[in-house]
């Protein structure tokens, strides 16, 4: 799936520390999250990317909801 990063928040985590909650709207017009927590390993590839225009392909849907796309997707950098 190719989305667009069109916003991001900080938070604070109910698990403790913080998390981004980063908004997507796809090519179709679909919104999705995902949450990002910078003390998880996926971090590293998300804090390069972190930024609204970005948009990227090959995001998977979460098994947890249906509009959450999984923060371990395999993601490419479309463009800004």
């Given at each position: 799936?190719t989305?667009?990063?069109?916003?991001?928040?900080?938070?604070?985590?109910?698990y403790?520390?913080?998390?981004?909650?980063?908004?997507?709207?796809?090519?179709?017009?679909?919104?999705?999250?995902?949450?990002?927590?910078?003390?998880?390993?996926?971090?590293?590839?998300?804090?390069?990317?972190?930024?609204?225009?970005?948009?990227?392909?090959?995001?998977?849907?979460?098994?947890?909801?249906?509009?959450?796309?999984?923060?371990?997707?395999?993601?490419?950098?479309?463009?800004?």
């Amino acid at each position: 799936m190719t989305c667009e990063i069109i916003k991001i928040t900080k938070q604070r985590s109910r698990y403790g520390g913080e998390v981004y909650l980063v908004c997507f709207k796809s090519l179709t017009g679909k919104s999705y999250i995902s949450y990002i927590a910078p003390k998880f390993r996926n971090f590293s590839r998300w804090k390069k990317v972190l930024d609204v225009g970005v948009t990227l392909t090959g995001l998977k849907l979460s098994n947890k909801g249906k509009n959450l796309i999984d923060a371990d997707s395999r993601f490419k950098i479309v463009g800004k």
